[in-house]
């Protein structure tokens, strides 16, 4: 497809458990960024990969999240030992470049629910 | 630290009514200022850049450094203009789209 597409689009897991949620961006895009949204706040960057760059993980809220990109292509969230707190929405979007003239495309987000 | 303050969770207006959703900012460099906007059941995209300095569906918003501004406007409000509406910012050079915590649109008839 021509967007960024993310999968699953809903899941509901237990606490305790782990979640792999997946990005695929953009083909050619190799800026790849993360965000979450908790009800009613606002969007919480996590990470972001540029390219072969290390990737920016100032934005991940504790040693349970982490997040892998092969190449410029596909990424996976994941998160261990999940917490109630975790839920939201995950939000996935690539770009061409950064800085000056970068547009972001945003795919629609998986909706984690954890009971 | 960059932050993006969006004080309205909600706002009401009807069909025709001028509409301004605020929008302050803190960053001590020099930011791109960005509105992001999501319509029902449709995923974020962007609206407009304040370094285009254009006019998307009627919507216009202008940097002002000295209040930290970046508030949208639009001069009489469609009821297609209902949306969640981000407000975003990136240092100028960076990387980091830091967002506010969104204003509801709904724009009655």
């Known amino acids: 497809g021509a967007g960024v597409s993310q999968s699953p689009s809903n899941k509901v897991t237990e606490k305790g458990k782990d979640v792999e949620l997946r990005c695929d961006p953009i083909?050619?895009?190799?800026?790849l960024y993360w965000y979450r949204q908790r009800l009613g706040q606002g969007l919480e960057f996590l990470i972001y990969?540029?390219?072969?760059?290390?990737?920016?993980k100032s934005g991940l809220p504790s040693d349970r999240f982490s997040a892998e990109r092969t190449g410029e292509s596909v990424s996976t969230l994941t998160i261990q030992r999940t917490q109630q707190e975790d839920s939201a929405v995950y939000l996935c979007?690539?770009?061409?470049?950064?800085?000056?003239?970068?547009?972001?495309?945003f795919g629609e987000g998986s909706w984690l629910t954890v009971v | 630290a960059q932050r993006v303050t969006q004080p309205e969770k909600l706002l009401s207006v009807f069909k025709g009514a001028p509409v301004e959703l605020k929008c302050n900012y803190s960053?001590?460099?020099?930011?791109?200022l960005f509105w992001y906007v999501q319509y029902s059941r449709q995923r974020l995209q962007l609206l407009l850049r304040?370094?285009s300095r254009e006019s998307i569906k009627g919507f216009t918003a202008d940097l002002n450094k000295g209040e930290t501004s970046f508030h949208l406007k639009k001069p009489f409000a469609q009821e297609e203009d209902s949306a969640m509406y981000y407000c975003?910012?990136?240092?100028?050079?960076?990387?980091?789209?830091?967002f506010g915590a969104g204003t509801i649109l709904r724009v009655k008839s």
């Open positions: 960053y001590s460099g020099s930011p791109e």
């Open positions: 083909s050619g895009h190799t800026a």
């Open positions: 975003a910012l990136a240092p100028l050079y960076g990387n980091k789209l830091v």
């Open positions: 990969f540029q390219g072969n760059s290390a990737p920016d």
């Open positions: 304040h370094i």
């Open positions: 979007a690539s770009s061409t470049q950064t800085g000056i003239g970068n547009t972001i495309y």
